[in-house]
């Protein structure tokens, strides 16, 4: 087998553009549409084959270490046509010279919801209206009157493609580029749609019905598959993405699946306890205060959150307990405080570590279930 260098005209210790630059001036000089002919096909077989492998730093070095570099049809060009393409410009044959299709697929639509945190417990069903593109009632998406059809170009005989002869140094090259009379599509439409003026599509305002799941989260974006905008000439549509806002809730906050709130409890109803009853997001809910319950401690009630949006078992409902002192007494009430005092013996102030107050010693207890 001649040696690659050889075949190539440089010296072992050429610099990958010096390889490069020999590969192109002999590419040009033997290529069979150039230089017809027998012993420059083969010839040009062998240019490129010694360049696959030199181009290649692993396939070199194994190459000059003795290996015989590989076999025809390697890594590198795919046959003459490719490399023609790449020199010249040229439109070589197959998928590149189809005329266009005028079906397009249609654009992604996005639209924003704006949910109260208690349509997110169960999920909601809502009618959206949306601004987008529709497939038109006259042509049905055909893009002509009705009636008449699209008629073949007799620029480029319906290939969507036009082909040009330039001359140059290495003789007349042949290059492929999309008609300008039918824009590529291979047809005019000599009688376009006067609703959709040869579109295929007008924009209208339609309304969408979707199923929002429970669990959702302000941020999240929901998929609805094909709900878009038709595509031109009667495309495939594109998808339709609802950007979620939850509001904030007056009372309850969110803390993944739970639901948190704060319950004002009066003094005595701390000291006594007391049954009372409050207005989860979905319904009322008896709940039992015991005896001696401090502030910043967490009730739990099960299965009274969200749903998640992946899953059945629905989160919980805490409540942290805040205990209001009373700031005005009248003479009877601050004797019966001042007996129960003296009664209760409670133990003189003294320092304790430092809290950051209610809210936080809430927060701390509400992480900590």
């Known amino acids: 087998m001649a040696d690659h260098y050889e075949v190539l005209g440089v010296s072992r210790e050429a610099t990958p553009d010096e390889i490069k630059k020999a590969y192109r001036r002999l590419a040009r000089e033997l290529h069979p549409d150039v230089n017809p002919g027998a012993d420059a096909s083969e010839r040009f077989k062998l ?82 209206e949306v601004d987008t593109a529709v497939l038109c009632e006259t042509c049905q998406g055909g893009c002509c009157q009705p009636g008449t059809a699209p008629v073949t170009c007799d620029i480029c005989h319906g290939t969507g493609n036009v082909q040009r002869t330039v001359r140059s140094l290495i003789g007349n090259v042949v290059t492929s580029q999309p008609c300008t009379a039918c824009q590529g599509y291979g047809t005019t439409i000599p009688y376009p749609c006067a609703t959709c003026h040869g579109q295929g599509r007008v924009r209208a305002r339609r309304t969408v019905s979707v199923d929002i799941p429970a669990g959702v989260e302000t941020g999240l974006r929901l998929q609805l598959p094909g709900s878009g905008e038709v595509g031109q000439a009667g495309g495939p549509s594109g998808d339709l993405y609802l950007e979620i806002t939850v509001e904030p809730h007056e009372v309850f906050s969110r803390d993944g699946d739970d639901l948190l709130a704060t319950l004002d409890v009066s003094m005595s109803d701390a000291i006594l306890g007391t049954s009372t009853q409050i207005e989860a997001l979905d319904g009322p809910v008896d709940l039992e205060i015991r005896p001696g319950v401090q502030a910043g401690d967490v009730l739990t009630i099960k299965g009274r959150g969200i749903t998640p949006l992946r899953g059945s078992q629905r989160g919980d409902l805490r409540v942290g307990v805040h205990v209001v ?11 019966l405080i001042e007996e129960f005092a003296k009664r209760t013996k409670a133990p003189a102030p003294h320092l304790a570590a430092y809290q950051q107050g209610l809210f936080a010693k809430l927060r701390d207890r509400f992480r900590n279930g």
């Open 47 to 128: 240019v490129t084959h010694a360049y696959d492998v030199l181009s290649d730093p692993e396939q070199r070095r194994r190459y000059d270490m003795g290996d015989s570099g590989g076999s025809f049809g390697g890594a590198g060009f795919g046959g003459f046509g490719d490399i023609f393409d790449t020199f010249f410009g040229g439109g070589g044959g197959g998928q590149r010279n189809r005329p266009r299709s005028r079906r397009e697929r249609g654009q992604d639509a996005l639209v924003r919801v704006t949910l109260g945190l208690g349509d997110v417990v169960f999920g909601v069903h809502r009618d959206l």
């Open 325 to 335: 002192t009373p700031t005005k007494l009248d003479g009877k009430e601050r004797a």
